[in-house]
């Protein structure tokens, strides 16, 4: 029975090392430390290149008295050379998992992202939800419609949307909700009485105030993936094998849903991950402007204050998210389509 016990066991290890996705994820994780790594002493380089500190701030306030300000540089560490205060900073992570505390909030930092990191991800997923749910079936209407009216009313729309910057969006939805008032909430996550509510009804809650924001968010993005699933739609409806599908006798339903919808998504997908990581940067004007507690508002208002730990978390958080949306593209590319090959992705 041991020797059993042993040779299932070897056999699951050497399927779950010997998996190409397994193999894959460690890969791209091991690169991901890297370019963490990297990315965290080039940002920190920025930082200390930038005139001043928070103390300097304070120094402004005649009730501070230079001994407090001496004590607050050395609690904070800001007495060390920068190489120091670096090396310090990531030798608390690797050993504490402690990202520092916030000069502003008097906060550990860890807890302060744990708060923001929620908002901004549902701002970005539900965006990215309702952009490919409505850019790729106006896509292959488009496409199909080539050069009739319909193409060419949705190649005017989605030019003038992708022109719109997302400042200019939001400033045009706020206006919009003022005037509306009260059909569209504009500041904040929630409403005054959102505790009050059922569990139900606190999920419509968050779902209103999540409209406008989604929307701000939504407008450019889903204007540029539109006019790429179209063209990419187009290529695919010129092939061989969607020319023999028709001669057959398949409906044009099948032929365009089945056939050649699965071919032509296939690059949009491997742009999921770039869309992602758009969503989230686009996110810092959305909720600025409509006063969502998210990622991008905490280290707008980070680098404003030199609270320098909380912007290098902050960076390093949105660059892990980057990188975990390209990692979940690629292996939804490998899902939809089995054939392609996982190493051969870059």
Known sequence: MASIKLNRNGRILSYIFGNETFTYVVK???????????????CFAIIELAPGNYLDTLSQNPKISPETLQQYK?????????????????QQIVTRGNFGR????????ASLLWERVPATLLMAIASLIVTWAIAIPLGIVAAVNQNKTVDRVL????????????FITALLLLFFAQNTSPLFP???????????????GQILDYCW?????????????????????RGQFLDVLRQDYIRTARAKGLPDNRVIYVHALRNAINPLVTLLGFEFASLLSGAFIAEFFFNWPGLGKL????????DLYLVMASLMMGAAMLIVGN???????????PRIKLENIQ
């Open 186 to 200: 504009v500041g904040g996550m929630t409403s005054i009485d959102h505790a009050d509510l059922p569990w139900w």
């Open 155 to 166: 190649q005017v729309v989605s030019y003038t949307a992708q022109g719109f910057p997302s």
């Open 299 to 306: 280290t707008l208002e980070a680098v404003t204050n030199q």
């Open 327 to 337: 990692l979940l593209a690629d292996l939804l590319l490998k899902a939809i389509d």
């Open 74 to 90: 050395q609690e904070f560490g800001l007495d060390k050379p920068a190489i120091e205060q670096y090396l310090l900073w990531l």
């Open 28 to 42: 791209r994780l091991l690169q991901a430390l890297l370019t963490l790594l990297l990315a965290s002493a080039l």
């Open 209 to 229: 105030h999540l409209i406008l924001p989604t929307v701000a968010l939504s407008i450019t993005s889903f204007a540029g993936l539109q006019r790429l699933m």
């Open 102 to 109: 916030s000069f502003v909030y008097q906060r550990s930092v």
